[in-house]
């Protein structure tokens, strides 16, 4: 990669242009985080009188509290979900033949690419068919089943590095498949199952287009913000946004860590190659 | 990268091979595959009195092309969607050139600084515009401040405009990611072959750099246009009545409107495209990708 840094030259408007791309991006969160602490609520421009009355007035707003405990409750239940099944969906892709693979691949990624709204719609008329009252396990069942999309692939990626010698050398000193998954591929898959279950919570706890078509009473916190948007802005909503970008930052920023220790060579490698 | 031939699975027993294909295959198939195959159900079904009858017939398809409000609210959405597509290009395309050729140290830096948008929830994002676009809004204010305008403006929220620019605020991240891929993945001396043989910049551009990154431009495209189709929240949360989509439509009638096999039928074309527009563009990525 060195040797391209005879091809940098300078570029003025180019590097303009990536400024203010860069300024787009971010204008929406600066202004979230920059309300959040103005006294007379969202609106008005410069905003005056910093204040951190919003977020005083959002600790003793309980249903907000509520809606966060159902969003963490969901997010850690479709973690388990999807991790579960998208191991075992990327065993299968890695390591067995059946009739019908291929599908099976294209099936369990849709999700990914589909909108949301047909996903939600589709288990909508699935939990009517069936009579199941929708409710946060229904919520559960649309994350944990859309996600596992997620799951496949991250633990696909991880699967196709780990060294396979290593499991055909414990099968051959005498261990039984059941302690040669235990004991060497599960540890070897241990940062990308981190990896992906931190990425799966944090797009749980985001998920609206189809968690929309499968809410029962209780309300995740995307859906309270939805219901409290509908009827006007107010910067509590502002503060509960900025602890959440602070909180997914965080998240995304160990999540990103963990894959670049597990990708990070590999995507070396790639970057290399003549 | 260790590539397995086919025979290296043969280390696992055909009960290994069962225990793990079977619980996702049942998952996907019941939860995933039989709620699609309903969704086409009904589509094929009908109301009568307020209850679906499950009886088969095609009125609902019948009922989208002689009613031009569907489809003309299909092309408002298609051109929305390509509006979007383009102008996250044009925002993710010089952005991931510039990063992948003209940074050096920073790069790595700048990236993280691309992704984190992205992790910003699309409703968190959606209602910041809306606090920016409003008529009480912070860009009124700004230019009232400015002394550009004295009186709110009001058109910049609730129209397609609104969402436009919403939705490409969401996907210009999305679609920069597999163009810097790809922009990352060419072989630097086939550009400095290029300017050796006497090409300028704007020649090596179109002729090596723009050709080699079009699998990545295509991705980026589709996505940030399938996404766009199937939308049905920007146009509630910054949209008005002129910025109605079409998965809107659908919403409603899964809703008040109470006509789920319309509505299904409606969900089942916005399907087939996207279906049919990834197919169309892993070809064509397969086709321009070269190894």
């Known amino acids: ?274 | 990268m260790p590539w397995r031939s086919a025979n290296d699975i043969e280390m696992y027993s055909r009960a290994y091979k069962w225990i793990v294909s079977t619980p996702p295959i049942l998952w996907v198939g019941i939860f995933l595959l039989l709620p699609y195959a309903l969704m086409f159900a009904h589509s094929f079904w009908l109301v009568r009195d307020g209850t679906i009858v499950h009886e088969w017939n095609l009125e609902n398809y019948a009922k989208l092309f002689q009613n031009p409000v569907y489809l003309e609210v299909l092309f408002r959405t298609m051109r929305m969607a390509a509006g979007v597509t383009l102008l996250s290009l044009l925002l993710g395309y010089p952005l991931a050139y510039y990063m992948s050729f003209h940074t050096g140290h920073s790069k790595d830096l700048l990236y993280q600084l691309v992704i984190v948008p992205l992790w910003v929830s699309y409703l968190v994002r959606g209602y910041a515009w809306k606090t920016i676009l409003g008529s009480e809004g912070i860009l009124n204010g700004f230019l009232e401040y400015l002394h550009v305008t004295s009186a709110p403006v009001s058109f910049f929220l609730y129209s397609p405009f609104a969402v436009v620019l919403m939705l490409t605020h969401i996907y210009t991240p999305f679609v920069f990611l597999p163009l810097y891929a790809s922009l990352e993945h060419i072989p630097r001396n086939l550009v400095e072959a290029s300017h050796d043989l006497g090409a300028g910049s704007r020649a090596t551009f179109l002729r090596v750099i723009l050709p080699l990154s079009l699998p990545g431009l295509l991705a980026g495209a589709t996505f940030a246009f399938v996404l766009t189709l199937g939308d049905f929240l920007a146009p509630l949360l910054v949209g008005g009545p002129s910025s109605i989509m079409i998965a809107n439509i659908v919403q409603s009638l899964f809703g008040t409107a109470y006509d789920w096999p319309l509505g299904a039928a409606i969900s089942v074309c916005i399907l087939l495209l996207t279906i049919s527009l990834l197919v169309l563009t892993e070809r064509l990525e397969n086709r321009w990708s070269f190894r």
């Open chain 1, 1 to 274: 990669m060195k040797r391209s840094s005879q091809l940098n030259r300078r570029s003025p408007l180019l590097a303009i242009y990536a400024l203010l791309v860069f300024a787009f991006l971010y204008l929406p969160i600066v202004v979230l985080i920059l309300y959040s602490f103005n006294r007379d609520g969202v609106g008005g421009f410069p905003p005056k009188h910093l204040t951190i009355a919003w977020y005083r007035l959002l600790f003793t707003d309980s249903a907000i509290w509520d809606s966060v405990l159902n969003s963490l409750l969901v997010a850690a239940a479709a973690v388990v979900l999807s991790l579960t099944l998208g191991l075992l969906a990327a065993l299968a892709l890695d390591r067995a033949t059946f009739p019908g693979k291929s599908i099976f691949r294209r099936l369990v990624l849709l999700p990914l690419i589909l909108p949301g709204i047909i996903t939600g719609l589709s288990l909508l008329m699935f939990a009517v068919l069936r009579g199941l009252p929708l409710s946060l396990v229904t919520v559960l069942l649309g994350h944990g089943t859309a996600l596992i999309s997620v799951a496949t692939t991250e633990l696909f990626a991880g699967l196709q590095k780990i060294d396979r010698a290593q499991e055909e050398a414990s099968l051959d000193l005498g261990a039984t498949p059941w302690q040669t998954f235990w004991r060497v591929t599960l540890p070897n898959l241990k940062l990308s199952l981190i990896a992906a279950g931190l990425l799966i919570f944090t797009l749980s706890m985001d998920e609206i287009a189809v968690t929309f078509f499968l809410i029962g009473r209780d309300n995740t916190l995307p859906l309270e913000i939805w219901a409290r948007l509908r009827r006007g802005i107010t910067p509590e909503i502002n503060a509960i946004s900025t602890l959440i970008f602070a909180v997914s930052v965080i998240l995304i920023l160990v999540w990103y860590q963990i894959r670049t220790r597990t990708t990070g060579k590999e995507a070396h490698e790639l970057l290399e190659r003549p």
